[in-house]
């Protein structure tokens, strides 16, 4: 499978858009996030780990187009990305999802 992004990408910043190929379960250890994996336009997959103690819950569906910017963190399954959500503190810019028309951050 291919992977746009590498271990030396962890890390970084990225933006990319994707389809909704799997809705998972959330995951609520520390702060809850709602998590589903992404196809990219390459054919790769990355997982999306939103942070809803800090952004809006996103209503997603199979097959949904969304747009993202986050921070990379490198797996051997293709990756996840995280900080999908405005800085809490107002260092960095923060990242979010665009899904349809709204911005959830």
């Known amino acids: 499978m291919n992977r746009p992004y590498g271990k030396g990408d962890t890390g970084c910043w990225i933006g ?10 959330d995951d609520d250890d520390g702060s809850r996030h709602q998590r589903f994996i992404l ?8 997982l999306i780990a939103h942070n809803i103690d800090l ?3 996103i209503p997603l569906g199979l ?3 969304v747009y993202f ?6 797996n051997d ?10 800085d809490p503190q107002g260092i960095e810019d923060g990242g979010y ?3 349809r028309t709204k911005i959830y951050r």
């Open 16 to 25: 990319d858009t994707g389809f909704v190929r799997r809705l998972l379960s």
């Open 97 to 99: 999802v665009r899904y």
């Open 69 to 74: 910017r986050g921070m990379y963190e490198w």
């Open 77 to 86: 399954l293709g990756g996840l990305v995280h900080w999908t959500h405005h």
């Open 55 to 57: 952004a809006q819950r």
């Open 63 to 65: 097959g949904d187009r």
């Open 39 to 46: 196809q990219l336009r390459n054919g790769g997959t990355l």
